[in-house]
């Protein structure tokens, strides 16, 4: 299933990553638990992080880029998909989240875990633990072209398995983890700024 002409012409509108982004911001977070496909986000104007992943990871295909998510898992909190490009050799991010320090990064960053650990010191939850533990490399979504993920109306739950199946790189050593601070209360305010709190993580 393809794209029909009002879809075309709104991607055609986010012609660069950071007009993706833009779009993901101002969209509302889905705190129900479900996967849907970027034409679900078009249509819907909401998603959680998830979904924004695959929606800006269609986007940005859609510009030229390759369909790639990395995956983040965490501890004592939701995990996070980012969307990653590679622009003249650096990597960047497009994200969709209900703490506004996770979503964009610009491509400045040398390798995958350069970029994942710009976002180390941002990833808490909401008793301000720094909770992000390991990582995945890339999964190229056109895997899953034949299953038409981009503008399907079935949920894509199973590309959160496979996401998950990947090997994940651990971060921080257990010495690490114990040692780690809180962070503060400014920053975590500023994280939480214009949240949902319905799809917020409650933390043990």
Known sequence: ?????????????????????????????????????????????????????????????????????????????DDHVIAVFKKNGYWGAVAKSNFTVLRFREPVYRSIRELIMSYFDFFYNTKGEKTLRSYSLPLDLSIFDKSNWETTDEDLEYIGDKIESLHH??????????????????????????SNEEGLYKPV
């Not at 104007?45 to 990395?70: M, N, Q, T, Y």
């Not at 921080?172 to 700024?193: C, F, H």
């Open 169 to 194: 790189f651990n971060l921080l050593t257990p010495e690490m983890i114990k040692g780690l601070d809180r962070v503060s209360n400014a920053v975590l305010k500023a994280g939480l700024m214009g």
């Open 1 to 77: 299933m393809s794209w029909n002409k009002k879809e075309l012409t709104f991607l055609k509108k986010l012609d660069t990553p950071g007009r993706i982004q833009d779009f993901l911001d101002n969209i509302d977070y889905n705190p129900n638990y479900e996967c849907r496909s970027p034409r679900w986000v078009i249509r819907t104007k909401k998603a959680h992080c998830f979904e924004g992943a695959l929606f800006a990871a269609s986007a940005l295909r859609f510009i030229g880029f390759r369909p790639l998510i990395v995956d983040m898992k965490a501890y004592n909190d």
